[in-house]
């Protein structure tokens, strides 16, 4: 079974769950590309990554600098979900992995693709709208304005950009999917 990224829900609101997501570690990329192809594109790097296209890091002396030599590759456990949000301009995507609950960016191995970039996420607080259905730009939309909506609604204040969460695998019929938009907000 595929691990999921851990939260704990503070409250309920109509339309949400306000939740505190602990900091966690993410392999991402960013994808110049529609909404919906951005996943698509940004897909077989990131799994390659976590599949070994990766060097694992093993330092080679105890005294300071500590210098690492890249040896082997290292499989890394899929999580959930796979999250997207908008880059930083327009037409731009960051497609995220999830890493095990276990993993920090100085236990990671290095990726051998050098547009996958390991990151650290820091805690925060989020309310999230889960939903079921088809992966469109107009679903998760949608989703993300109602979300925003009730958010500024309940007298909560967003604090960065919408990320949209795919739980599921293409394969799966779409009226089962799990998905989510997230939305931090002000503590």
Do not use: C
């Amino acid at each position: 079974m595929t691990e999921q990224q851990p939260y704990r829900v503070v409250s309920r609101h109509p339309g949400f769950e306000l939740r505190r997501y602990p900091a966690h570690v993410v392999a991402e990329m960013q994808i110049q590309a529609s909404f919906t192809r951005a996943p698509i594109e940004a897909f077989r790097p990131l799994a390659a990554y976590i599949g070994g296209a990766n060097r694992v890091r093993h330092p080679t002396g105890t005294n300071a600098p500590v210098m690492q030599e890249a040896t082997g590759t290292v499989k890394i456990a899929m999580t959930a979900p796979v999250v997207q949000e908008e880059g930083e301009q327009p037409g731009a995507y960051l497609v995220q992995f999830v890493m095990p609950a276990s993993a920090t960016a100085a236990t990671l191995p290095e990726p051998v693709d050098p547009r996958v970039r390991i990151r650290e996420i820091p805690a925060q607080l989020a309310a999230a709208m889960r939903f079921s259905g088809r992966w469109t730009e107009t679903a998760f939309g949608e989703r993300a304005t109602m979300l925003g909506r009730s958010v500024t609604a309940s007298g909560l204040q967003p604090t960065g950009a919408i990320r949209y969460a795919r739980f599921d695998p293409p394969w799966k019929p779409w009226f089962l999917r799990r998905n989510e938009v997230v939305l931090p907000v002000v503590e």
